[in-house]
């Protein structure tokens, strides 16, 4: 079975430092994968997407992300945090052998808090 | 674009009472529709997954009699949680997408519902 494993549950960097959130799936196809933030009592915001093109993916609010097939990784970066940026992050992923109804598979999110 | 509006935000009721949640792509059409439970703290938690004009395809151990879910449109789906208990307070949120599973889902707002 597919899997999504987040690397740290919460993430403290200081304001103007690099963001990194890991992310690791394992899947013997690579799948899509997708990054979501949350902010307090709302719901997620897309901020990127792998889905076999370009392996480095630049999203919204600066953040991208690299697919690294031998690694079976996509790790989100920053190279400058925000007090803004202080918030949930859930890395999902999907099949890409399955048909339309597939469910995203959720990792169980990073807190990254942002310190002055 | 790929906006997804969900109401109430909050709701607060007696034990008993049913509770009627509405979601609504406001701009494309979505062609699937999921249903989510979050615990505090917890990454998303999938209840179901609704196609237009089926019947919806509920996870493992969510009860369909309890979370009744019509879809009877393209951009509407609503989820009833019907005679809610105290166990049922919760944060609900509902996503929605437009084609296969290479799209991402989009999201609402989420609501807080609290069964007194």
């Known amino acids: 079975a597919q899997s999504v494993t987040q690397l740290g549950s919460h993430v403290s960097v200081s304001e103007g430092a690099l963001v990194l959130l890991r992310c690791n799936y394992s899947s013997s196809v690579p799948p899509y994968l997708f990054w979501y933030v949350q902010y307090p009592n709302q719901g997620l915001q897309l901020l990127l997407k792998y889905t076999s093109a370009a392996t480095l993916v630049k999203g919204i609010n600066g953040f991208e992300a690299e697919f690294k097939k031998s690694e079976t990784s996509f790790h989100l970066t920053k190279p400058s945090a925000h007090m803004s940026d202080a918030a949930e992050y859930f890395c999902?992923?999907?099949?890409?052998?399955?048909?339309?109804?597939?469910?995203?598979?959720w990792g169980l999110g990073t807190s990254l808090a942002v310190n002055p | 674009g790929a906006v997804v509006s969900q109401h109430p935000s909050r709701v607060i009721c007696k034990s008993g009472t049913s509770v009627k949640i509405e979601c609504r792509s406001l701009?494309?059409?979505?062609?699937?529709m999921f249903w989510y439970r979050q615990f505090p703290k917890q990454s998303l938690m999938l209840m179901a997954t609704?196609?237009?004009?089926?019947?919806?395809?509920?996870e493992q151990g969510v009860e369909k009699d309890k979370f009744l879910i019509n879809h009877a449109s393209l951009t509407l789906s609503t989820l009833t949680v019907t005679s809610a208990h105290p166990e049922d307070s919760s944060f609900y949120i509902c996503?929605?997408?437009?084609?296969?599973?290479?799209?991402?889902?989009?999201f609402g707002d989420g609501t807080r519902l609290s069964i007194l």
């Open positions: 999902a992923v999907s099949p890409t052998d399955a048909g339309n109804n597939r469910k995203l598979i």
């Open positions: 701009d494309f059409q979505a062609t699937t």
């Open positions: 609704s196609n237009e004009g089926s019947k919806a395809t509920y």
């Open positions: 996503s929605a997408r437009d084609g296969g599973s290479g799209q991402p889902q989009h």
